[in-house]
Antibody
Framework: EVKLLESGGGLVQPGGSLRLSCAASGFTFTDFYMSWIRQPPGKAPEWLGVIRNKANGYTTEYNPSVKGRFTISRDNTQNILYLQMNTLRAEDTAIYYC?????????WGQGVMVTVSS | DIVMTQGVLPNPVPSGESASITCRSSKSLVYKDGKTYLNWFLQRPGQSPQLLTYWMSTRASGVSDRFSGSGSGTYFTLKISRVRAEDAGVYYCQQVREYPLTFGSGTKLEIK
């Protein structure tokens, strides 16, 4: 059974940093592109970025809205996806999801809440 | 960025009736391989989005055949036949034709 489990969320002050993790199981992690997507309360999802699979060199793409502040990486020995978030702003407050897939985001985690506030 | 614009449903929709949700993209989502890179998701309250269709009209695994996607390069429709209470939620279209991937603002479906 495919499972994605995010962790690492919480309350952080503006200007602070946070690293989210997404533990994957039930599939061959290295075969898949993995994305981070966030959703502010009551709003539509926003795609943040992707890290490609082994066949495509684990390269990354980012939404310009977070490029330079957010970094996606993966630990392919432990099957964990990461999102490093720096210089956080109030508008980064959202539920953060990891999702599997290149075009078809067929599995999502349950999400983790990040609140940026003083 | 490709802008995705979704329509509004005349809610609530009576149980057993059909509902059609529309989505328009600011650029064609047809790639050189001939596929149309458009996804539909349903997000029920308190849950993560669930993939319904990809490549515009291919149903995801386990999705009821009451859900059908169609369209052209820039105009898309998700039709839900014989709506049920479990179909209630917010529907999102998403383009996966080019980065950054973008979502529509959502269409709420309420069932009567």
């Amino acid at each position: 059974e495919v499972k994605l489990l995010e962790s690492g969320g919480g309350l952080v002050q503006p200007g602070g940093s946070l690293r989210l993790s997404c533990a994957a199981s039930g599939f061959t992690f290295t075969d898949f592109y993995m994305s981070w997507i966030r959703q502010p309360p009551g709003k539509a999802p926003e795609w943040l970025g992707v890290i490609r699979n082994k066949a495509n060199g684990y390269t990354t793409e980012y939404n310009p809205s977070v490029k330079g502040r957010f970094t996606i990486s993966r630990d392919n020995t432990q099957n964990i996806l990461y999102l490093q978030m720096n210089t956080l702003r109030a508008e980064d407050t959202a539920i953060y999801y990891c999702a599997r897939g290149r075009w078809d985001f067929d599995y999502w985690g349950q999400g983790v809440m990040v609140t940026v506030s003083s | 960025d490709i802008v995705m614009t979704q329509g509004v449903l005349p809610n609530p929709v009576p149980s057993g009736e059909s509902a059609s949700i529309t989505c328009r993209s600011s650029k064609s989502l047809v790639y050189k391989d001939g596929k149309t890179y458009l996804n539909w998701f349903l997000q029920r309250p308190g849950q993560s989005p669930q993939l319904l269709t990809y490549w515009m009209s291919t149903r995801a695994s386990g999705v009821s055949d009451r859900f059908s996607g169609s369209g052209s390069g820039t105009y898309f429709t998700l039709k839900i036949s014989r709506v049920r209470a479990e179909d209630a939620g917010v529907y999102y279209c998403q383009q996966v034709r080019e980065y950054p991937l973008t979502f529509g603002s959502g269409t709420k479906l309420e069932i009567k």
